[in-house]
């Protein structure tokens, strides 16, 4: 059974940083990438980051650059996002998702076959 696990949400003030993890069980990230999403309410599901397992190459939007950085653990077959100088406009439900990685990175959320549960990150003014 395919499960992706995101943890490491919570409560954070401006400024502060998080770090959240993704772990994979049933399945190893050795074929595939893994991205990160988040969605606010009322909002579409936005992509953060992605990483491919097999060569670690990275990609971000543009509007992501900087703040947000992914990482791969594959011994531990865990993905990292660390999250630094949060804004209360990140505030959101973030999801982490793997896509059968064939050479090309992608955050169109479609593209993706697995999915976690969502961790909650809430960032006070």
């Known amino acids: 059974d395919v499960q992706l696990q995101a943890s490491g949400g919570g409560l954070v003030q401006t400024g502060g940083s998080l770090r959240l993890s993704c772990a994979a069980a049933?399945?190893?990230?050795?074929?595939?990438?893994v991205g990160w999403f988040r969605q606010a309410p009322g909002k579409a599901r936005e992509g953060l980051a992605c990483?491919?397992?097999?060569?670690?190459?990275?990609y971000y939007p543009e509007s992501m650059k900087g703040r947000f950085t992914i990482s791969i653990d594959n011994a531990k077959n865990t993905v990292y996002l660390q999250m630094n100088s949060l804004k209360p406009e990140d505030t959101a439900v973030y999801y982490c998702?793997?896509?059968?990685?064939?050479?090309?990175?992608?955050?169109?959320?479609?593209?993706?076959?697995?999915w976690g549960q969502g961790t909650q990150v809430t960032v006070s003014s």
């Open positions: 049933g399945f190893t990230f050795d074929d595939y990438a």
């Open positions: 998702a793997a896509s059968y990685y064939s050479g090309s990175l992608t955050l169109k959320v479609y593209e993706y076959d697995y």
């Open positions: 990483i491919s397992s097999s060569d670690g190459r990275t």
